[in-house]
């Protein structure tokens, strides 16, 4: 059973537009966190959102935790080319550090 | 200088085969976990050591064993490697148990 799930899926966009990933689960997550993962590379942290309701800004990147804190999106402003990547959600369950991984959007952002 | 490390970074073996993947983190954490990433990019917890003491087991094999000589090691021993083995194993450390986890570069193995 996939606990988190994330949209779309791809997502391949021209340079300059916006565009939002969302992530969702039916359970409930102490916090949740966004990766961006490049090719041959680890997943990097973006931001980590701990409180329902929360918005983070991270320069174009605007997060949100849900009220509920059972799901998250991630609006990106402007797209660039360099955003391209794997976007990866993960959330927080106890106090384990045991992260629940989305299966990722992939972004593909053309100049 | 390279916060958290895996070597190799390709390993490529036959079926049947043991093999060994190795993890440094020089951040100072008391926690650290490896993870598989398959080929369909989904990222999965295998296990998880605080202080050297396992702390999370998923659903893994058992050909799968962790070791952890110290804080800032944890290495994969894999026995009697099978197709499905193939995916890209990251290692990942962090302060605690829910604190930032700081992910490795991966160690991408084929099994042939």
């Known amino acids: 059973t996939q606990l988190l799930e994330q949209s779309p899926q791809f997502l391949s966009i021209q340079e300059g537009e916006n565009l939002t990933v969302y992530c969702n689960s039916s359970?409930?997550?102490?916090?949740l966190q966004w990766y961006r993962q490049e090719p041959g590379e680890g997943p990097v942290l973006l931001v980590t959102?701990?409180?329902?309701?929360e918005v983070k800004k991270l320069k174009r990147l605007t997060f949100q935790f849900g009220d509920a804190r059972k799901d998250s999106s991630l609006h990106i402003t402007a797209a660039q080319p360099g955003d391209t990547g794997l976007y990866l959600c993960?959330?927080?369950?106890?106090?384990?550090?045991?992260?629940?991984f989305g299966k990722g959007t992939k972004l593909s952002v053309k100049p | 200088d390279t916060a958290v490390s895996q070597t190799p970074k390709y390993l490529v073996t036959q079926m049947g085969n043991d093999k060994s993947i190795k993890c440094e983190q020089n951040?100072?954490?008391?926690?650290m976990y490896w993870y598989k990433q398959d080929s369909k990019k989904f990222l999965k917890i295998m296990f998880s050591?605080?202080?050297?003491?396992?702390?999370i087991n998923e659903t893994v094999p058992n050909r799968f064993s962790p070791k952890s000589p110290d804080k800032a090691h944890l290495n994969l021993h894999i026995n009697s490697l099978e197709l499905g083995d193939s995916a890209v194993y990251f290692c990942?450390?962090?302060?605690?148990?829910?604190?930032?986890?700081?992910f490795g570069p991966g160690t991408r193995l084929l099994v042939l």
């Open positions: 359970s409930v997550f102490s916090s």
């Open positions: 951040l100072g954490h008391d926690t």
């Open positions: 993960a959330g927080a369950r106890g106090s384990q550090g045991n992260l629940i």
């Open positions: 990942a450390s962090s302060q605690g148990h829910s604190e930032t986890q700081y």
């Open positions: 959102v701990v409180t329902g309701g």
């Open positions: 050591y605080n202080n050297k003491e396992l702390i």
